[in-house]
């Protein structure tokens, strides 16, 4: 099968109602509040404490997983730094160059975020174009939230759908739940969904991606010891459906005595 040439750019833009200046600052100093620390949005999801930009040419972009002594992943270089007007950085992490700009509109600002492969380049994430959408949500409500980083509950559900993009609409318009991300729209069929109720998320999944047809709920749990609790359990006699793996968090899958399905995921530091 000849594998798919990667695309060459991806582009995204959102408006936010405050002016070029302000929207700098707000998306460089305060992207630790208007990152959602959902699991899938970290490198390393189960020792990420915070999201920093430091201000300037040469400065990093970094996941940072412990302060003292600071322990942290270069996502990028910056580039270039020109406050309320641009921002580029080379990422670190794949074969990407990204350039956001800063431009007004009436008395607003458009954000544009333009990821491009390098010459030569063979990974390219173009993540920029579900987290943008983050950054106009918390314009819109930080003068009222307070300035602490939104962080989950350890106890979430998951329902399984036929088709998950059109449950979450559904849940949306007739239960009114909502969600911190994106409700899917119409043609869209992300492969993470998570709606939240205050701060306890509802994961979203196909019915058939994940055991047989009769599984239509599940339990996720957040613990502080991942490798010790996936032993105690098998050794308990818990049935393991798949052993420790990552995919930015760590998590085992189990039964219980009766056949429900529990999902235990390693839990971040800064998680209550």
Do not use: C
Not at 16 to 44: G, H, K
Not at 48 to 61: D, H, L, M
Not at 189 to 205: D, N, Q, R, T, Y
């Amino acid at each position: 099968m000849t594998k798919e040439p990667l695309p060459r750019s991806a582009t995204v833009s959102v408006e936010v109602a405050v002016d070029p200046p302000t929207a700098f600052r707000i998306f460089t100093d305060e992207i630790d509040l208007w990152w959602v620390r959902s699991p899938i949005n970290f490198w390393d999801s189960a020792r990420a404490i915070e999201v920093r930009i430091e201000p300037g040419v040469g400065g990093r972009i970094l996941e940072v997983y412990r302060k003292v002594p600071e322990d942290a992943l270069e996502r990028g270089v910056i580039t270039a730094w020109e406050p309320g007007e641009l921002l580029e950085y080379r990422s670190s992490v794949d074969d990407t160059e990204t350039r956001i700009t800063f431009d007004p509109v009436g008395d607003g600002t458009r954000v544009t975020v333009v990821e491009s492969l390098v010459d030569g380049g063979t990974r390219a994430d173009y993540s920029w174009q579900n987290v943008l959408r983050w950054f106009p949500a918390w314009i819109g409500r930080r003068e009222t939230a307070p300035r602490t980083p939104r962080e989950l509950d350890r106890l979430a559900i998951a329902l399984y759908y036929e088709d998950p993009a059109a449950a979450a609409r559904w849940l949306h318009t007739v239960f009114g739940l909502d969600s911190w991300d994106k409700i899917p729209v119409e043609g869209e069929s992300p492969s993470w969904i998570e709606l939240h109720v205050g701060s306890a998320a509802i994961l979203l999944f196909k019915r058939t991606e994940k055991g047989t047809a009769a599984v239509d709920h599940g339990v996720w749990v957040y613990v502080d010891d991942l490798d010790a609790h996936f032993a105690d359990a098998r050794a308990n006699g818990a049935k393991i459906l798949s052993e420790i793996h990552q995919y930015g968090y760590r998590s085992y899958d189990a039964e219980d005595l009766e056949g429900h399905r529990w999902t235990f995921a390693q839990a971040r530091p800064t998680m209550m």
